[in-house]
C-alpha cells in the first residue's frame, strides 16, 4: 500500500469504546471512518452518538453537537474504513485469536506509514502482531471508558514497535486532547489495570473477611480517595500529606505499608461463593435491568466533573 491523501482516522469496533474513540477524534477536527463487524452495532451507533453528543453540549464540553457527528461516517467494510488512514484504533473483541485475525487483515490493507493502536485492556500487542509486516507499527493504545471524558491513554510499545511510531501516537493523541502516558515495555495489565488491581485485591480480600460492606468500601473511595484522586495522583498525594514531603511520608509511614503488605501474602481468587455475596448485595442496591440507566448516570457525572475542572484549569 501506498500513501495517500485526504487522510482520516479509522475506527475498528463500534463497541462503547469505539464510540467513545470516534468522538474523542472528531471532536478535535479529524475525519473518522468506523467501522464494526456487527450490522447491528453499526445501525445503532448514530442514536448513541447523539445521545452523547448532545450530553456533553448540556454540559458545555463542546460547543455544538452537528459538526463532530458530520465528521464520523460509517463503513461497510474494514477495507473501506481503513483506506487512506493515517491512524487504526482498533477497539474488538478482548480475545487473542480475534484480534490475531483482524491483524492479519489489516496487514494487507493499511497504508504503508499508517499506525495502529489497540484499545486492550490487558493483551499486549505482540500476543497478535508478532511476524507481522506491519507489526513495527503496532503498539497499545489503551484508554479508560468513555476515552471522551477520560482522557488518559497508555502507550505501550511491543519489543519491535518503532520508537518513532511512539511518537507519532504520542503526539496525534496530545492533539486530540488526551493525556498519553508512556510505558517503556509490555507488562501484564499495564500501569491503570495493575494499579486498579491492587485496590481490588484489598477491596474484595477487605469484603470476604467481613471488615465492610460493599456500599461502605465504594464510599471509602467515593467520599475519600477518590475525591483526591480525580485530580492528582498518588506520589503527589504522600508528597502534601506530610510536612516535609514525600521522603518524610515515607518514613512515618512506610512501616504502616509494609506491615499491611505482609498481611497479603497471597493472593486468593475470588470464589464462587465470594462473587455471588458480592452479586446480591450489589443488585439489591441496583437491579440488572437498571444498569444501563446507572451508566448514562455515571457519565453525566463525569462530563460534571470534567466541566467543573476545565472552569478551574489555569
Known sequence: MTTSQNRHIAIVGAGLVGMGWAIVFARAGCEVCVYDASPELLAGLPDKLAGSLADLHEFGLIDAPEPIAARIRIATSL???????????????ERVNVKQALYRELDGLIDDDAIVGSSSSG????????GLSIAPRCLVAHPVNPPYLMPVVELVPAEWTHPEVLDRAHALMTQVGQHPIRVSREVQGFILNRLQGVLLREA??????????????????SKGLGMRWSFMGPFETIDLNAPGGIADYAHRLGGLYRDIAAER?????????????????????????????RSKWRDRRLMALAAHQNEQET
Do not use: K
Open 265 to 293: 501474602t497471597d493472593f486468593a481468587s475470588w470464589s464462587d461463593a465470594l462473587i455471588q455475596r458480592a452479586e446480591y448485595e450489589r443488585r439489591a442496591a441496583l437491579p440488572l435491568e437498571n444498569l444501563g440507566e
Open 204 to 221: 474484595w480480600a477487605l469484603y470476604d473477611e467481613g471488615y465492610c460492606s460493599l456500599a461502605d468500601i465504594d464510599t471509602t473511595i
Open 123 to 130: 493483551i499486549p500487542s505482540s500476543e497478535f502482531t508478532e
Open 79 to 93: 477495507a473501506e474504513a481503513v483506506r487512506n488512514a493515517s491512524y487504526v484504533q482498533e477497539s474488538i473483541l
